[in-house]
């Protein structure tokens, strides 16, 4: 079963989120309270996936996500927070989230995050498209040659956009498929999907550019993309 790793101060729902992940849920979970030498404890214990929230004594949970990513670190990190605002999303994403999820903590929205995150990649659909790209939206994950990168639900949504185009697609068309109204010019989300995306794919393949931008045309698939 995976190790999931809990960095959370308050101590009543660190003890609810424990219970409900060890004991209903079966995963191997040990937690933290402070953000002090969280990311030592990271690299040290190397969990499945880390469930960080943003307000931590000494260190911030953005400050921690960012030194992970920083210094390679590939596995899954889903952001808890009270702040339900997009600034506080688009930074959590922007800096390397895989997914966020919004205190009160939901358990039936919270199991279905993690399972989407660490749900195993099947080895039998690695060696149908072991020679491309493919896009598994069941378990938001990139693949390519027995490697896998962890995207957020919002990073998928972008490369479904570009692979069912198959053309440049402009920021502002990006937008309105995703949003449903009108491109706002102050609006960067776009861009910070984009280069999520990117800075996960440059850390398990430093030479593979997949997306690009093609000036005043807009953002395309580099490589062949299956969606599966």
Same mark, same amino acid.
């Given at each position: 079963m995976s190790n999931i790793l809990i960095i959370e101060d308050d101590q009543q729902l660190r003890e609810m989120l424990c219970y409900f992940l060890s004991s209903i849920e079966g995963y191997n979970v040990s937690c933290i309270s402070s953000g002090e030498n969280a990311v030592e404890y990271i690299f040290d214990k190397k969990p499945d996936l880390v469930l960080l929230d943003i307000q931590l004594p000494k260190v911030s949970? +953005? &400050? @921690?996500l960012k030194s992970l990513r920083d210094q390679g670190y590939i596995h899954p990190v889903i952001i808890m927070t009270a702040n339900d605002s997009e600034i506080t999303e688009t930074n959590a994403l922007s800096l390397g989230a895989d997914d966020y999820i919004t205190k009160p903590i939901r358990t039936n929205a +919270? =199991?279905? $995050? @993690? /399972? $989407?995150? #660490? =749900?195993?990649? +099947?080895n039998d659909k690695l060696n149908v498209v072991n020679d491309n790209f493919y896009l598994d939206t069941h378990i938001s994950c990139l693949c390519y040659k027995h490697n896998k990168v962890s995207l957020s639900p919002a990073e998928v949504e972008i490369l479904e956009i570009l692979i069912k185009e198959n053309r440049p697609v402009p920021v502002f068309e990006l937008f309105e498929m995703i949003h449903g109204f009108s491109y706002q010019l102050e609006d960067r989300s776009v861009y910070m =999907? !984009? *280069? &999520? !995306? =990117? /800075? /996960? #794919?440059?850390? !398990? *393949?430093p030479d593979i550019d997949l997306v690009k931008n093609r000036r005043n045309k807009g953002f395309y698939l580099n490589y062949c993309v299956i969606k599966i």
């Open positions: 949970g +953005l &400050s @921690i +919270l =199991r279905e $995050r @993690i /399972k $989407r995150q #660490i =749900r195993p990649v +099947l =999907r !984009i *280069f &999520s !995306i =990117r /800075k /996960k #794919i440059a850390a !398990i *393949f």
